[in-house]
Each structure stands twice: as structure tokens, then as C-alpha cells.
């Protein structure tokens, strides 16, 4: 199994679990609340540690008790955190209100500064895999770096570089299906596209009861990603994406709770 490198957002999450979203000037109780880790980089990279990957975090966080709990949370669970930086500013957080259904609306509390880190190109080895949870133009060098090193190179919309073998995403990141590159797309209950060489094929959603839909799709990226270190087909890695995010959804938590491999 290669290693795996996952650039991407490391956050402090606040859940709160609403019967509604209010209106504009409305008041909306919520039913519970819970602070959890979360972040899109770092739930990936969770994953892909807990079914036994060597997984590397690249990313940042602040020099405060936030970035102090995600850090200690990602080392907990066997990530290797030497490439997560500290930077002047905040912890990234994020306000998750949380509806019946399971869905949840995202309000970012602080200012985005992940393009301000600096991507470790010349630590990956050929094989590894290196996937960008989150995309600013300014990491194209590093990407194409680390694909001319040897590794295999995937990212979030829109990290249309030549170095890019899969595009990962939900539809909303899409604005337009690149021709050149295999595009998964993750279309929440209704499952999986994926579009490559010019054909489409669709793959439904494992049916289950939503409780909590936060991290569903960085379940399904870890485990698409962790059957591409196994040389699997690409269908098998499909569909362990979608089991994992299957059980990710049942419980109420921003990171994926089950990495079963089977």
C-alpha cells in the first residue's frame, strides 16, 4: 500500500442539530449541540489512517486550543502530522446546522488561509498518492511536482492540471465534466457518477437512514482512494466509497466513523 498525502482543511466543528432552518430575522432552537473535529482534509486523512494506510496531513492550523485538540485528535488516530503548520490567524471552524433529513448548511467562522501553506513536494515517493481535499490555484506547481516525482495526483473541482488522474466531487463543485480526466461525482442520495473517456456510468447510493449527512463525502473519497492504493478496479473503489459513506451518515459526527475493508 503507498502512502497516502492529503491536502485539505483542518477544522473545529460546532454541530447543531435544528428542526428548521430559520428564516431571515427568525429564531430556531436547537435540539442538541456538540463541538467534534472535522475539516474535509483531515477527515479523509482519518479515514485512510483508521483501515490501516500511512497517511501524511498537510495542511494548517492556529496557535490556539482549537488547532492544539486537532492536532492531538489527528495524531490519536496514527496521522502523521509533521506537515501540519501553525500559521498566524485561527483554527478553521465551522457552524454546521444539522436538519431531520440529515442534511447540514455550512457557515464558515474564520478566514480560509490554506493557501498559505507550503505543500512538502519533494517528500513524496513515486507510487504515493496525493490527494488535495480542497484547491487554490496556487498549489498547480506543487501538484504537477509531485505527479513528475512519481505519484498519482487527485484533487476536488477545479484542479484541472495536467497532473490530475481523477477529479473528486460533488455536483454542486462541478461546473463543467472535464474531458481529459476521470470525474467522480457524488450526487448525495442518488449516488455516483462517473464520467470518463466520453461514457457515463451511474452507481446508486447504499440505502440507509440518514441521521447526520456531515463527512459523507470525504468517506466516499477515502475509500475510493484506498482502493486505488490497492490497485483495485476503479468500480470496486466506487463502491467501498459509497459503504463507507453510508455508515458515516448514521451517526452524528463530521468524520467518517466506519473504515471497514473488505
Known amino acids: 500500500m503507498p502512502d497516502f498525502w492529503i491536502i485539505g482543511p483542518i477544522a473545529w466543528d460546532l454541530a447543531l442539530y435544528v428542526n428548521h432552518l430559520p428564516a431571515s430575522g427568525h429564531f430556531v432552537q436547537a435540539a442538541e449541540?456538540?463541538?467534534?473535529?472535522?475539516?474535509?482534509?483531515?477527515?479523509?486523512?482519518?479515514?485512510?489512517?483508521?483501515?490501516g494506510g500511512r497517511v501524511h496531513m498537510v495542511g494548517y492550523v492556529g496557535a490556539d486550543a482549537a488547532g492544539h485538540r486537532m492536532t492531538k485528535a489527528l495524531a490519536s488516530a496514527g496521522v502523521d502530522v509533521d506537515h501540519v503548520q501553525i500559521l498566524d490567524g485561527h483554527t478553521s471552524s465551522v457552524v454546521l446546522l444539522i436538519e431531520p433529513d440529515g442534511e447540514r448548511t455550512i457557515i464558515g467562522i474564520h478566514p480560509d488561509l490554506l493557501h498559505e501553506i507550503t505543500i512538502p513536494a519533494s517528500a513524496v515517493a513515486p507510487g504515493d498518492i496525493v490527494y488535495f481535499a480542497a484547491w487554490h490555484d496556487v498549489f498547480?506547481?506543487?501538484a504537477q511536482a509531485m505527479a513528475a516525482a512519481g505519484a498519482l495526483v487527485t484533487s476536488v473541482p477545479p484542479g484541472t492540471t495536467p497532473a490530475m488522474q481523477y477529479l473528486i466531487g460533488s455536483r454542486n463543485d462541478f461546473t463543467t465534466i472535464p474531458e481529459n480526466i476521470t470525474s467522480i461525482v457524488t450526487e448525495g442520495a442518488d449516488g455516483i457518477a462517473v464520467h470518463s473517456a466520453g461514457d457515463t456510468e451511474?452507481?446508486?447510493?447504499?440505502?440507509?437512514?440518514?441521521?447526520?449527512?456531515?463527512?459523507?463525502g470525504d468517506a466516499f473519497a477515502a475509500g475510493l482512494l484506498?482502493?486505488?492504493?490497492?490497485?483495485?478496479?476503479?468500480?470496486?473503489?466506487?463502491?467501498?466509497?459509497?459503504?463507507?459513506?453510508?455508515a458515516t451518515v448514521r451517526a452524528k459526527s463530521s468524520m467518517p466513523v466506519e473504515t471497514e475493508v473488505k
Open 33 to 51: 449541540s456538540a463541538e467534534r473535529p472535522g475539516g474535509t482534509g483531515a477527515n479523509v486523512a482519518t479515514a485512510l489512517s483508521q483501515a
Open 140 to 142: 498547480a506547481s506543487a
Open 202 to 216: 451511474h452507481f446508486p447510493a447504499v440505502p440507509t437512514e440518514v441521521v447526520d449527512a456531515t463527512g459523507a
Open 226 to 246: 484506498w482502493a486505488i492504493g490497492s490497485q483495485r478496479p476503479l468500480v470496486e473503489g466506487v463502491r467501498l466509497g459509497l459503504t463507507w459513506a453510508a
